[in-house]
């Protein structure tokens, strides 16, 4: 799969919220995640694709997700997630802005990084 298929099935899986099948059918076992800031004062870096399926696991078990859209654009490709969600527990609904910005090598994802908006 080339850079820009592998762009608009990440956006087809996001926009069906089938986060596992993503990870299983387009990340490479040695994925890298990084978040913009680290939860708990751990590493904001997450390695293969067990990390991934954790990180996962907490945002399917912490958010409802009441809609969610992505973009892509360019060779390496950035996908811009804009998400209106609630904390299960808080109860508090927000809305969430990042973009994510994927590598690709031998037709998988090897690295994502995620940064939030400013406002």
């Given at each position: ?14 926009r069906k919220q089938s986060w ?40 399917v078990n912490a ?57």
């Amino acid at each position: 799969m080339n850079t820009e298929q592998l762009a608009k099935k990440v956006v087809e899986l996001v926009r069906k919220q089938s986060w596992y099948e993503a990870l299983d059918t387009l990340y490479d076992d040695n994925v890298v995640s990084v978040e913009a800031y680290s939860a708990g004062g751990g590493s904001p870096e997450t390695r293969g694709k067990e990390g991934v399926r954790g990180k996962i696991d907490w945002w399917v078990n912490a958010m409802e997700i009441h809609s969610f859209d992505a973009f892509v654009g360019h060779d390496r490709f950035v996908v811009q997630y804009d998400a209106d969600v609630t904390d299960k527990n808080s109860k508090q609904r927000r809305k969430l802005s990042e973009v994510g910005v994927y590598t690709v090598k031998d037709g998988k994802i090897v690295r994502e990084e995620f940064l939030p908006r400013v406002e």
